[in-house]
């Protein structure tokens, strides 16, 4: 699959509810995930498939997810973005979050490569 293809079928499936087939279909075995801090006991970076399957087990798992929107994908030749815009709110503390973030990714040999989240800014 070209980056476009990839990025299209990437914000198609986000745009499902369906992340974890994302993942699951489009992700190489050795990816890397890179968020902004760490979590709870997760690190920054996640390398390989299976422990970014688990990061995003994790984070569905602690989150009541309300809305998700999905705008994009922005597709250059060399990588892609994606801004997502969530409303959530975490079981564990019961404080509801509603903010943006962008999320880059890169493709190599048509598999996902990497991907990096960018902050989480306030939704307006």
Request: charged share 25%; glycine share 8%.
């Amino acid at each position: 699959m070209s980056i476009y293809e990839i990025a299209i079928q990437l914000a198609s499936l986000c745009k499902g509810g369906k992340p974890r087939q994302a993942i699951e279909e489009l992700y190489a075995d050795d990816a890397t995930s890179l968020e902004p801090m760490a979590y709870e006991g997760l690190p920054r970076e996640c390398n390989g498939k299976a422990a970014i399957l688990a990061k995003n087990d994790w984070w569905y798992s602690i989150h009541d997810l309300h809305e998700m929107q999905v705008d994009g994908p922005f597709v250059s030749p060399e990588y892609f973005a994606v801004v997502f815009v969530i409303d959530a709110t975490n079981k564990q503390t019961g404080l509801r979050m509603k903010g943006r973030e962008i999320a880059i990714y890169t493709v190599a040999d048509g598999k996902i490569a990497s991907d990096q989240f960018l902050g989480f800014a306030p939704a307006h």
